[in-house]
């Protein structure tokens, strides 16, 4: 059984190369500077990789596999999409 919690949310951090599980979600309607709720998890019995359901910037619903896919916590919103803060700003900007 895979349980999680409702309000959590994921940030996209595509792997590269010849053996990334398919499809990859920057190419799929996501964008690495949101996060993204949570809408369901599933795991085939033929993997150990788990997809996580999520909705794109385009309201489409996809599985992605969770190799993927890092925390981005626990928000108490009704968004499915969250701005993330600009990890390469400087105090300057």
């Keep these: 059984m895979l349980a999680f919690h409702p309000q959590m949310f ?15 979600p920057l190419s799929s309607g996501f964008t690495d500077r949101r996060a993204y709720r949570v809408l369901g998890v599933y795991n085939p019995s033929e993997s150990s990789d788990a997809y996580f359901i999520l909705p794109n910037d ?3 619903m996809w599985f992605i596999c969770q190799r993927h896919l890092r925390f981005a916590g626990l928000h108490d919103t009704a968004a499915h ?3 993330l803060p600009d990890l390469h700003a400087t105090a300057a900007d």
């Design 81 to 83: 999409h969250l701005d």
């Design 58 to 60: 385009r309201d489409e």
């Design 10 to 24: 994921v940030r996209i951090v595509e792997l590269d190369g010849p053996r990334a599980p398919m499809p990859r």
